[in-house]
């Protein structure tokens, strides 16, 4: 990890690396702050990477902060999903897990000694006539008539607030900072405000609750952080962040640093719209596999290294752009192609009969599990006289581009013989139901003696030793490459983002398989177990990824 050749750059690790030349610092301290209010999308692995890789190539340390101040959409079940994404990416914080809400009584502190030094005031204006004091980017703010209130007066007043003598709404406390500031945020913003609100750390022992410009920059300071690391919408809170450093005794000067987030086609990347799509169950939960969220990804048989190689293709700059799916995966595509053990499966099965293979015979064919990869081994492949291909593999007549089976032509069984297909079946419908053909029991690993060579190779299993099992197809969950910018996303919603295939038969050596490890299925894609199958024993393999990028077609 520590190879300095490999590792990625970007203008934040420029500004740390001038901060250690110069010795403004000795050690690079970074935090990855999560609000615990739903479950962590692909563009929180982003800043996960950016600030725990940060940590590991300069030898520092990455705190994990739950940013809790909003008990009303927090929940613990979030704390522990996000702890256990973050460990499944490869990482590891410093210590304890922390929460701003270990802070409270510190950020209390901080917020008295605002209210001593007179920067800060109990207000009550309401919540229309504070909007209208505000003021707009063209037109400056006004005073609220409560800004000159005595200290002692708002020390009692914000100790009443803490004592839980005012209704919320009633009034707030406000920084007094400048009412006609360029920077809204400057704008008096408030501090704290009344919540009688559960909390899920601590419980109802506040029912006052700071506010996040506020809590942040004191928690990082708390914490000695060193950069602290956001995205761009917080830009112009840098000045409200850099203010209260400078305003209260906190023992230490962080720095704000922005990057863009990252943005994904056809995805929503708002926790808060995603929230409505399980509340609404227009998905199965937070980690349906067509989420962007990381638990998604895994349940879907991404790997963590193939996320973090997404997170160091995309880099980290400061302009604002969508990156296309192919992107990211080509990245788990890439590391599947290398790692996945290869397996056959056939999604939607016809018969193929080998009318001159003996019958009754069973054949235990020995297969390599990976084309390259001589360390993954070989597996036993049982074939008989009775195949199961894939429907799509057979035609009565084709043009030489259809390289699969057709009558009267050969085709190599993967693993196995060079077969002619001689005759086939239909149902009422004329679909087909059973191929027959002949084999050449020469082929077994060999070309045919005749010289000629098959035109294509397709995948099959054998009838009586295949395993049945469910297979999710899953395709982009919207049918527009921003579905953020549509009035309503329910409207672009992708009706066929899960096809659900009841008939699949799999080779046996896939009842080994285990939750979230992909493999290869021969000439489909990457499939991986599902990791919440009720049923032991049930075979339900979720779609990773095709084998081919299919997104350039979509998008061209
Ligand atoms: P959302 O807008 O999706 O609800 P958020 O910013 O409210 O996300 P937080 O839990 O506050 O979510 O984010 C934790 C950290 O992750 C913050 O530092 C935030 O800047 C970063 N982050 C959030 N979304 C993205 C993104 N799309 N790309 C990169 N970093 C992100
Ligand atoms: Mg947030």
């Known amino acids: 990890m520590s190879d300095t050749e490999n590792r990625p750059s970007n203008f934040i690790r420029q500004i740390i690396d001038a901060d250690l030349a110069s010795g403004k610092h000795t050690s690079v301290q970074t935090r990855f702050p999560p609000e615990p209010n739903g479950f962590l999308h692909i563009g929180h692995a982003k800043a996960i990477c ?18 809790d101040t909003n008990p009303e959409k927090e929940d613990i079940d979030y704390v522990n999903a996000i702890q256990e994404d973050v460990k499944w990416l490869g990482f590891e914080w ?9 802070y409270f009584e510190q950020l209390h502190g901080y917020a008295v000694e605002l209210i001593e030094k007179g920067l800060a005031y109990v207000c009550f204006l309401n919540a229309e006539e504070t909007r209208e004091y505000r003021g707009t980017l063209n037109k400056p703010g006004k005073n609220s008539p409560y800004r000159d209130t005595s200290v002692e007066e708002n020390l009692a007043l914000f100790e009443k607030m803490r004592n839980g003598e005012f209704e919320e709404g009633v009034c707030a406390l406000r920084a007094k900072i400048d009412m006609s500031s360029s920077f809204m945020c400057m704008r008096d913003p408030v501090i704290y405000r009344v919540r009688f609100a559960h909390h899920h750390q601590t419980g109802d022992k506040w029912c ?3 506010m996040y410009d506020f809590t942040h920059c004191l928690s990082d300071a708390i914490e000695n952080i060193t950069h602290s690391i956001c995205t761009l919408e917080f830009q112009d809170n840098r000045r409200l962040y850099d203010w209260v450093i400078e305003n209260t005794s906190v023992p230490a000067t962080p720095h704000q640093y922005e990057f863009s987030r990252l943005n994904l086609e056809y995805t929503l990347m708002s926790k808060r719209k995603l929230n409505t799509l399980v509340e609404e169950k227009l998905v199965d939960g937070w980690d349906d596999p067509r989420m962007p969220t990381i638990a998604a990804f895994r349940r879907r048989g991404y790997t ?11 880099g980290v700059t400061k302009m604002d752009n969508t990156v296309e799916m192919s992107v990211l995966e080509a990245c788990i595509r890439e590391d599947l192609n290398d790692n996945a053990p290869r397996a056959m499966a056939v999604l939607e099965p016809i018969k193929l009969v080998i009318e001159n293979y003996p019958e009754g015979q069973l054949e235990e064919l020995t297969v390599k599990n990976h084309p390259s990869d001589e360390s993954q081994g070989t597996r036993i492949v049982p074939f008989s006289r009775e195949l199961l291909i894939e429907a799509e593999d057979f035609k009565e007549e084709a043009n030489k581009k259809y390289k699969r089976l057709v009558l009267g032509k050969a085709v190599r069984l993967r693993g196995a013989y060079v077969v002619t297909a001689t005759r086939c079946d239909k149902d009422e419908q004329g679909n087909v139901t059973t191929v027959y053909c002949t084999y050449d029991p020469e082929t077994l690993g060999k070309n045919p003696s005749d010289g000629t060579k098959p035109k ?7 009838e009586t030793k295949a395993l049945d099992a469910t297979v999710r197809l899953y395709d982009r969950l919207f049918t527009v490459p921003n579905p953020a910018a549509s009035d309503d996303f329910h409207s672009v919603i992708n009706p066929e983002s899960l096809i659900t295939l009841e008939t699949a038969k799999v080779e046996p050596a896939l009842a080994e398989a285990k939750p979230e490890q992909a493999y290869q299925f021969e000439r489909q894609g990457y499939f991986c177990l599902d990791n919440r199958i009720d049923e032991p024993g049930k075979l339900v393999f979720n779609r990773t990824v095709g084998l081919r990028d299919t997104w350039a077609k979509i998008s061209g």
């Open 304 to 314: 963590p290294a193939s996320m973090r190689e997404f997170a160091k293709r995309i």
């Open 456 to 462: 294509g190779v397709i995948h099959w299993v054998e």
């Open 94 to 102: 410093a210590g304890d897990v922390h929460y701003s809400s270990d």
């Open 208 to 210: 006052i609750y700071p």
């Open 50 to 67: 950016l600030n725990f890789g940060i940590a590991q190539d300069y030898q520092g340390q990455c705190n994990l902060r739950f940013d």
